[in-house]
């Protein structure tokens, strides 16, 4: 039987992995994330298994990497993982997988063949790896050094999973994920992603009379969705409920998760702007299956660059308060204003539980990390003082 994982993967030819380049990287992403190979490789490893080999024993790297990404883990497939959690494990799987090639290219001094290293990588690799995760050039911000703390965590978590996996299928003879040193994130880590309803004003003032823009960052600023599902958004899913005299929109967001939510009149009036001045229709219509907010060719926009896209209108503005969180090596990204939703709400005395269910948290705890500053300082002992008494110093 020939397995089309294998032949596919021949077509991409490089003579060694480190003359790798960025186009055949894209390449093997995308292979990569394509579900169709996933078939063959189990019938392969079925195969294995009745003739008496050892499974996986004979199996490419880049085979290895995919089977452990798109395996199935649970008996229900709407627990599976989704498409957007797999873009990830591929890209940090990568990222890892080449910088072994990187590693071993150079104690050897040679070129590497093959996509079969997986089985040379020692402990040294391992360390190594989480040391250059803590001190190379942060990617798009060149003043910083290392990822941050919640991404290296993030990272050496998957890493120590596919290794622990390796082991667990012989392709590896120790327990390598031991090799990391412990990774803690603490709430000290976590950057401080507040914004201040003055910000804000400013941010939406700057651009109102742009409605492409402002379009974008109402229906960001006003709703708290994350930039995958604005991307993702219908015009079909929008409704207006007449008890409530607000529209609503029905969103499949992280997990699969399927909520409606609130486009209240100010955030409607810019998305009608928008798709005007992109001449599609603002009638209310469900067999309109279009996207929310079209880009210019009528088409979705791809979630990541819709995202840097926030990114660089927020960053064009100049405005001073934007200049002091990029000298602080902050760069203000479209998941700032989800946290401003969630800021915003607390000071509109809407209840934890009520953000929580807005934002569709999982668990309360990720909604307190959101307005945890907000939370402390009304905790702040002074501010039950009686001033007054303070005033006989005027």
Known sequence: MKYPMIQDFHIIHIDTLSSLTSRTYVDIQHKLLSDQYLPFLEEKRNVEERVGEIPFASWSDLELIYFYVHRPTHDNEKYERTNETKKEYIRDLLQF????????????????QSYFILSSIEGRHVRAYQKWLKEQPRPGNRNAVGYATATRAKRITLVKSFLAWLYQCRRISFPLQAEFLKTTVRKEDMPDRRLSWEQVKSLLSFYRNQPIPFGLLMVLVTTGLRIQEVANAKWSSVTYDERLNVHFIAIIGKNKKEREVALIPPAMDAIKEYRLRRRVSSELNPLDESPLLPSSRGKSFNAKYLGRTVTKLIHATGLEWVQAFERNNQVITPHYLRHFYAGFSVDQGVDLTAIQDSLRHSSIQTTERYIKRIS???????????????DFFK
């Open 97 to 112: 997988y080449f910088f072994l090639t990187h590693a071993l290219a150079e104690e050897t001094n040679e070129e590497l």
């Open 376 to 390: 402390q300082k009304e905790k702040e002992a002074a501010l039950k003082w009686e001033w007054s008494k303070f």
